[in-house]
Every structure is written in C-alpha cells, then in structure tokens.
C-alpha cells in the first residue's frame, strides 16, 4: 500500500487534470499557493494518500496551465485594432484560390510603436495577392485581430476549445500596408525540411492525388487533401491513417532496429562495445524520434514516442517495463509536459484504444496465423471499443470501419509507408532513385483509396447518433471493457446491452400541436430548425465561402444530427444571399428526398420551387403560412425572402429572413392576430429593417437576432435595438447566447430556454 505504481499516479493525475476541464471558471491563483503544501504533506506523511497528491497535482497543475493560456490570449481592448506584429511561420503555409493561411508565433507585436503584450500562436489569413509564403520565414505584418471564438451549436465542434489546447492566442488577417515585408532570419526548421519533401514528391508523381496522399503519410502535410476526401476517411474510419499516426512511428522505429541489427552484423566486434539489445532500442528511439519530427509531433506521434523512450530507457538500464507501465508513464508525461493535450480527441483515442489493446488481446504465439488473428481481432477491439468515444467527440461512427481497418492498416503500414519512406530518404541521398520508389508507392496508395471511395459508398459508412449523455458514454465504455474480457469470463454478451443507452436514448418530441425552434449560431448568417410532433423543417443554411468552410456541412448537418433528426421534410431557403444560401447544397444532398422552396429559385445552385406568399400547410395540427413574397412580385434580393409563420395552438414564431421596411406593413397585415409570437428579427438587425410600425404591429413577446460576434455590418444596429427596447421587448442576439432554442408547447405559452453558451459553460469560452 506504501507503493504508489505508475499505472495507478497516471489515473489520479488524469482525474485531477479532468476535474478543471468541467469548471465554468478557473479558481483564483491563491488556491494554488493552499494546495501545493497539502500535496507536499500527502506525498511525505501519508504514502497511502500519494494518489490523492498525485490528483491535487494534476488539479494544480492544470488550473495553472490553462490560467497562464487564457491570459495569454489578445486582450480585449486590442480586438479590431491594427497592430504591427513580427513572427515566424510556424506551420505549412496553406496557399487557396480566396487566401493563404498560417500560424504565426509571435516575437514582437506594437501599437502605434508601444509594445504591447501579445506571445503565442496566431491563425492568419492573408487575402488580397497574398506573396508565396515559406515555413520558418520571419515577416513583419499589419493585422486586425480578435480573440478565439467559435460557433456554439447542438453537434457542433467546439473551436474556442481547440484554440485553447493548440496554444492559439487569436486570428485575424493582414492588412493592407506598405511595410508588410519579409524579414531576415533563421530559415532552417523541421517545417522547412517537410515542406522540401512534399515538394519533391510532387514533382516525381504525376497524379496530384496520389502525391497528396504520399504527402500525408511521410511527413503529414495534408494541406492538398480536399473536404470530400476527409468524407470518403471518415466513412470508412481511416482518418488516423490518413496523417502520420502513433502506429507508423512504431514501423519507423522497428525500421531502426533492423538498421541496428544490420549494423551489428556487418561489423560484429561493434557488440564488444556497444551491446545489440541496448544499441537496437537507441536506434528505434532515435529513427522514431526523426520521423516524429517530420510528422510536427502531433498527439499520437507524442504518445508512441514517449512509449518507445520509456522502453528503451528500461532496455538500456537492463530494467523491465510491461505495456501497462509503458503507456502510464507516456500518459504522465504528457499530462506534466501540456495538462491541456486532455481537450484533443487524438488524447482519448490514442490512450484508450492502446489500453484496450493491451488488455483485451491475449498473444496466440507466433507465426502467420498468430499475426492473422491479433491483426482481426485488434481491428474489432478498436472499432467497438473507440465507437463510444468516436461519436462523442465527433458525433458520427463508421460502421464498415472494422473491414476498411482491416485492409488499409497492413496496407499502408508495411507497403505504403515503408516504400514512402524509402523513396523520402532516397530524396536525399540519391535523387534519380526516389522517383520509381515513390512511384510504386502512389500505385499502392491509387489502388486503396480506390477501394476506400467504393466503401464510403456502403449502407452504415456514415452512422450518425444523437448527442451522446456522460452517463452513457460511461455505460458503453464500461461494456465494451466487458465484452472483450478474456475468456471463462460469464455473460460477457451482456457488455452488449450497456451500449443501449447510447444507441437508443430518449428524443423529447413535441405534442400534437407544439413545435420546438432552434436558432442557431452561424455567425453572420441564418439557419433556424423546426420541429412538430413528427416533421422537420430548416429555414434558411448559413454561409459558403470561398475557402470552402460550408455552414450546412459544419453546423446545420451536426445540429440535425444531434437532435436526432433522420428525416428532413422541407428546406426553404428565404432568398438567394450567400449568408443564408451558401449551405444549402449540403443540407439538400444529405437530405435529398426534402422538399425544397426558396424566394430566389434562380440564384440558388440547386433547383428549387419559388415560396410564393399564400401557400399553407398543417403539421401534426401546427400551422404554416408563407406570408411574403407576394406572387408576381418584381422585388429581388432582400425584399424577395421567403417570410414564414409557423403557428402551433399556444405560440407562434415569425421567421422573417431579410425584409426591409419597405414590405414590413404587407407581412403585418398578413399576420393578423393570433397567440404570443417570437420574432426573427429582419435582415440581422439592420437599420432598413425592424420599423417601429412593425413592432408595433407584430407586437412581439421575443425576439432572436441571428448575427456574427464584432460582424464588419455592426449588426444588430443600436438605434433598432433601441427600438425594440422602447417597446419592452427582450432581444437575444446567438453571437452572445450561440444557439437559442425555442419551446412552444401545445399547452402553454412559448419558453425560452438559456443560449446554449450559457448551459454548457467552460472558463475557455468567451
């Protein structure tokens, strides 16, 4: 009981850095100071409660680590500023058709020639004849920036989290200003070496694609992968594939010690001095931890690396180390090194799906059949054991990814990656010899995602869930570590069932003559679902950009997923703007049987029936009115929105998409009288919109603003919200509450339920 194992400090510190990651707001500095004698204490006075230190410690340390992260983020008073800013490019610059994108690390930063106190990561966009941008270059740069914040929508990823555990401090882009220069500097860097070898894949493998995936797999540039093949990996569950993973470390640093062991056989004197055992564990370390490097240490890469230095340092101290000690003293080092690294997926998957391994394969022996047998039955642990996991933090699962694992995990670890490598040091040592290296390797890589793009295409590729309960989570964690217990172990089937609370849990739907609206957060934009007893409407998608960053694919889609939505009914977007159109193909092609309307049927990309003013349908006893644009109107653009009343028996809610003023009196007359209505507010909140008439008219019990936090429009405008306020109406704007949900129930007044900001608070989010 006086011993304390690694296994069991690795739990306790996990736990204790969790416990911080739950709090709305990080304790003040002076808790630290009152801590850290009582860790002391424990760990000196009372060894049986060193695991409670060990969990003080990762609380401690956590509450420190992501103190120092939030403070370092751009003050507040800096945001929409112009500051001079000096730094390095710190990634693989990303060159699009609209702008180039990269991370730059900070030297210096001023305003108006004063310092000013802003280190870190910045994610740069750089618009307007963008100049080629190297990795390592030091420039100086005029850039408008503000602080990391993100959409907060049902299903949705949560980005101010991710900024938070990448280290990134804010984003903006550059201005336009004649001082922007690149500077003199270090220009040797790992990124530089990566960027020289992608650069030379590319120009000895003809097809773009193959050289895109040869790209990933040596050195991790991803930079040419398209948003349609990120779709053909997650369908068939191969993503950790795609970039370097914690497994093809482990193949390089096998590599290192077959070069050890090659080594040792052409000079054989060379174990007098240096024994092979001792010799083959420094070389794996030493290959794996150059490839690491290639790949920018990404999570798994960390993880596998750390494994290998724990065993080397046992082989090289002739002490053992089992698996288990292995990966807990990886996992504590990470915790020590970046407490933060717990807010990455990659963190979960990478430990877990290790542990499980560990745990749940019992070894066969050796040989052919031995090696058949753990490839299958590993592919099957993982793909159960990570499906708890996989849908909660992406809210999606594969469920032909045990068979797609199957083929391109021996594929690409010992045909592709191997011959990848070989062609990537051939690079450098002898030129004319990469090309048909590299050129067998994209032949392999050609054929399997062949295959991988016909699986995308199978029944249950893409299975999606709703929104994933802690408590079930655990519940189906728990049965897949009783599924997979070794055999003689009783009823293990029953792991099965501890997976039901996940795959089926409890939809709260509406009565029969209620509805439920959610508004949700799409930035400088609109997109509002709609929910009766037994049918779903979306109005409106969000924004497309030229980036290729779709609202409908980002936000809209993971929002009808969450909820539980499988069947869409109707799609109507209200006019043709790109911040209310853009996503509407990718709602349109997840969802094709949908009925589809629109006010500007010409503009959109996809064919779609005008809504003309009069068209009325009933829902499961709710009503829906379109009320505006009147048939045979010549209005166009804003004044051409689809405006649709949806009325249940006790609330109704007004969506009104952009009017202006000028069709505001027609759209009151249409309303008539009726029961407590929500409004949309018109066009975000703008000063053509919103008369005073209208609110008098409408005479609102709430109202919605959908608009982007400090949007260049300065929506919602403060003489409209000033009008709104005159009449005693309440304004809640999604840029501040993110997501606003809805209630209208067939019994009682409409209720509002908190931004989905405000329920799921953490101290990262603004």
């Given at each position: 009981?006086?011993?304390?194992?690694?296994?069991?400090?690795?739990?306790?510190?996990?736990?204790?850095?969790?416990?911080?990651?739950?709090?709305?707001?990080?304790?003040?500095?002076?808790?630290?100071l009152?801590?850290?004698?009582?860790?002391?204490?424990?760990?000196?006075?009372?060894?049986?409660?060193?695991?409670?230190?060990?969990?003080?410690?990762?609380?401690?340390?956590?509450?420190?680590?992501?103190?120092?992260?939030?403070?370092?983020?751009?003050?507040?008073?800096?945001?929409?500023?112009?500051?001079?800013?000096?730094?390095?490019i710190?990634?693989?610059?990303?060159?699009?058709?609209?702008?180039?994108?990269?991370?730059?690390?900070?030297?210096?930063?001023?305003?108006?020639?004063?310092?000013?106190?802003?280190?870190?990561?910045?994610?740069?966009?750089?618009y307007?004849?963008?100049?080629?941008?190297?990795?390592?270059?030091?420039?100086?740069?005029?850039?408008?920036?503000?602080?990391?914040?993100?959409?907060?929508?049902?299903?949705?990823?949560?980005?101010?989290?991710?900024?938070?555990?990448?280290?990134?401090?804010?984003?903006?882009?550059?201005?336009?200003?004649?001082?922007?220069?690149?500077?003199?500097?270090?220009?040797?860097?790992?990124?530089?070496?990566?960027?020289?070898?992608?650069?030379?894949?590319?120009?000895r493998?003809?097809?773009?694609?193959?050289?895109?995936?040869?790209?990933?797999?040596?050195?991790?540039?991803?930079?040419?992968?398209?948003?349609?093949?990120w779709?053909?990996?997650?369908?068939?569950?191969?993503?950790?594939?795609?970039?370097?993973?914690?497994?093809?470390?482990g193949?390089?640093?096998?590599?290192?010690?077959?070069?050890?062991?090659?080594?040792?056989?052409?000079?054989?004197?060379?174990?007098?001095?240096?024994?092979?055992?001792?010799?083959?564990?420094?070389?794996?370390?030493?290959?794996?931890?150059?490839?690491?490097?290639l790949a920018?240490?990404?999570?798994?890469?960390?993880?596998?690396l750390?494994?290998?230095?724990?065993?080397?340092?046992?082989?090289?101290?002739?002490?053992?180390?089992?698996?288990?000690?292995?990966?807990?003293?990886?996992?504590?080092?990470?915790?020590?090194?970046?407490?933060?690294?717990?807010?990455?997926?990659?963190?979960?998957?990478?430990?877990?799906?290790?542990?499980?391994?560990?745990?749940?394969?019992q070894?066969?022996?050796?040989?052919?059949?031995?090696?058949?047998?753990?490839?299958?039955?590993?592919?099957?642990?993982?793909?159960?054991?990570?499906?708890?996991?996989?849908?909660?933090?992406?809210?999606?699962?594969?469920l032909?990814?045990?068979?797609?694992?199957?083929?391109?995990?021996?594929?690409?670890s010992?045909?592709i990656?191997?011959?990848?490598?070989?062609?990537?040091?051939m690079?450098?040592?002898?030129?004319?010899?990469?090309a048909p290296?590299?050129?067998?390797?994209?032949?392999?890589?050609?054929?399997?995602?062949?295959?991988?793009?016909?699986m995308?295409?199978w029944?249950?590729?893409?299975?999606y869930?709703?929104?994933?309960h802690?408590?079930a989570?655990?519940?189906?964690?728990?049965?897949?570590?009783?599924?997979?217990?070794?055999?003689?172990?009783?009823?293990?089937?029953?792991?099965l069932?501890?997976f039901?609370?996940?795959?089926?849990?409890?939809?709260?739907?509406?009565?029969?003559?209620?509805?439920?609206?959610?508004?949700?957060?799409?930035?400088?934009?609109?997109?509002?679902?709609?929910?009766?007893?037994?049918?779903?409407?979306?109005?409106?998608?969000?924004?497309?950009?030229?980036?290729?960053?779709?609202?409908?694919?980002?936000?809209?889609?993971?929002?009808?997923?969450?909820?539980?939505?499988?069947?869409?009914?109707?799609?109507m977007?209200?006019?043709?703007?790109?911040?209310?159109?853009?996503?509407?193909?990718?709602?349109?092609?997840?969802?094709?049987?949908?009925?589809?309307?629109?006010?500007?049927?010409?503009?959109?990309?996809?064919?779609?029936?005008?809504?003309?003013?009069?068209?009325?349908?009933?829902w499961?006893?709710?009503r829906?009115?379109?009320?505006?644009?009147?048939?045979?109107?010549?209005?166009?653009?804003?004044?051409?929105?689809?405006?649709?009343?949806?009325?249940?028996?006790?609330g109704?809610?007004?969506?009104?998409?952009?009017?202006?003023?000028?069709?505001?009196?027609?759209?009151?007359?249409?309303?008539?009288?009726?029961p407590?209505?929500?409004?949309l507010?018109?066009?975000?909140g703008?000063k053509?919109?919103?008369?005073?008439?209208?609110?008098?008219?409408?005479?609102?019990?709430?109202?919605i603003?959908?608009?982007?936090?400090?949007?260049?429009?300065?929506?919602?405008?403060?003489?409209?919200?000033?009008?709104?306020?005159?009449?005693?109406?309440?304004?809640?704007?999604?840029?501040?509450?993110?997501?606003?949900?809805?209630?209208?129930?067939?019994?009682?007044p409409?209720r509002?339920a908190?931004?989905?900001?405000m329920?799921?608070?953490?101290?990262?989010?603004?």
């Amino acid at each position: 009981m006086r011993r304390l194992t690694a296994i069991t400090a690795a739990l306790s510190l996990l736990t204790g850095v969790l416990l911080v990651q739950g709090l709305p707001r990080l304790p003040p500095p002076v808790w630290l100071l009152l801590l850290l004698p009582v860790i002391a204490l424990l760990a000196w006075r009372w060894p049986r409660w060193r695991w409670l230190a060990c969990l003080l410690l990762g609380v401690a340390w956590a509450t420190w680590r992501g103190g120092l992260a939030m403070e370092a983020r751009l003050p507040r008073a800096l945001e929409g500023v112009d500051l001079v800013v000096v730094g390095t490019i710190a990634d693989l610059p990303q060159a699009n058709t609209d702008a180039s994108r990269f991370t730059l690390h900070v030297e210096q930063a001023t305003l108006d020639g004063t310092p000013v106190a802003l280190h870190g990561l910045l994610t740069v966009s750089w618009y307007d004849d963008a100049p080629a941008l190297k990795p390592c270059s030091r420039w100086q740069l005029l850039l408008r920036l503000k602080r990391p914040r993100g959409l907060i929508d049902p299903g949705a990823a949560d980005s101010e989290r991710s900024a938070l555990e990448r280290g990134i401090v804010a984003a903006g882009y550059v201005r336009d200003d004649p001082d922007n220069a690149e500077l003199s500097g270090k220009r040797w860097c790992v990124n530089a070496i990566r960027d020289a070898v992608a650069r030379g894949i590319a120009a000895r493998v003809s097809d773009h694609h193959d050289a895109t995936l040869l790209q990933a797999f040596t050195v991790g540039d991803t930079r040419g992968l398209q948003q349609a093949d990120w779709a053909v990996a997650r369908a068939n569950g191969v993503s950790h594939l795609i970039a370097i993973s914690g497994f093809h470390v482990g193949v390089a640093a096998v590599f290192g010690v077959w070069l050890a062991w090659l080594l040792h056989a052409l000079w054989p004197p060379l174990g007098l001095r240096l024994p092979r055992p001792q010799s083959q564990a420094a070389a794996a370390l030493l290959v794996a931890t150059v490839y690491s490097a290639l790949a920018g240490f990404g999570l798994p890469t960390v993880r596998t690396l750390l494994m290998i230095a724990v065993v080397t340092l046992a082989r090289c101290s002739r002490r053992g180390s089992s698996g288990a000690q292995s990966l807990s003293l990886a996992m504590i080092a990470i915790l020590l090194v970046d407490p933060l690294a717990v807010l990455a997926a990659g963190f979960w998957l990478s430990f877990i799906g290790v542990g499980f391994l560990m745990l749940c394969l019992q070894s066969r022996g050796r040989g052919l059949r031995a090696f058949l047998h753990e490839l299958t039955a590993g592919q099957l642990v993982m793909t159960v054991a990570l499906l708890p996991l996989t849908m909660w933090f992406f809210g999606q699962a594969s469920l032909v990814g045990a068979l797609s694992n199957l083929i391109a995990v021996p594929l690409v670890s010992f045909v592709i990656v191997p011959c990848a490598l070989s062609g990537m040091l051939m690079l450098g040592l002898c030129p004319p010899l990469a090309a048909p290296v590299l050129w067998l390797a994209a032949r392999f890589a050609h054929a399997q995602w062949w295959l991988l793009e016909h699986m995308a295409t199978w029944p249950g590729a893409h299975w999606y869930l709703p929104t994933v309960h802690p408590l079930a989570l655990l519940l189906a964690v728990l049965g897949a570590l009783w599924l997979f217990m070794p055999r003689g172990v009783p009823l293990r089937w029953l792991g099965l069932l501890l997976f039901l609370p996940m795959l089926r849990p409890p939809l709260p739907t509406p009565l029969e003559g209620g509805f439920r609206v959610w508004v949700l957060d799409v930035g400088q934009g609109l997109s509002v679902l709609v929910r009766t007893q037994d049918h779903v409407l979306v109005y409106d998608a969000g924004a497309r950009y030229p980036s290729g960053f779709d609202l409908g694919e980002a936000a809209v889609l993971p929002a009808l997923h969450a909820l539980g939505v499988s069947h869409l009914d109707m799609l109507m977007i209200s006019h043709g703007d790109n911040d209310h159109a853009g996503g509407a193909q990718a709602v349109a092609e997840a969802f094709p049987q949908a009925a589809r309307y629109a006010g500007e049927p010409a503009r959109m990309r996809i064919p779609m029936q005008p809504c003309v003013a009069g068209q009325a349908w009933r829902w499961d006893d709710v009503r829906f009115r379109v009320l505006n644009p009147a048939a045979g109107s010549a209005d166009r653009d804003n004044d051409s929105s689809c405006v649709l009343l949806v009325e249940g028996r006790f609330g109704r809610m007004l969506l009104s998409g952009d009017i202006s003023s000028a069709v505001e009196p027609s759209v009151a007359a249409a309303l008539g009288a009726g029961p407590p209505t929500v409004l949309l507010v018109p066009h975000h909140g703008s000063k053509t919109s919103s008369s005073a008439a209208f609110i008098a008219a409408v005479h609102p019990s709430v109202t919605i603003v959908s608009a982007g936090w400090r949007n260049r429009f300065g929506h919602p405008k403060p003489d409209v919200l000033a009008r709104y306020a005159a009449a005693g109406v309440a304004v809640f704007n999604t840029a501040e509450q993110g997501a606003v949900e809805l209630d209208f129930p067939a019994d009682a007044p409409p209720r509002r339920a908190q931004g989905w900001r405000m329920q799921r608070p953490r101290y990262w989010r603004e």
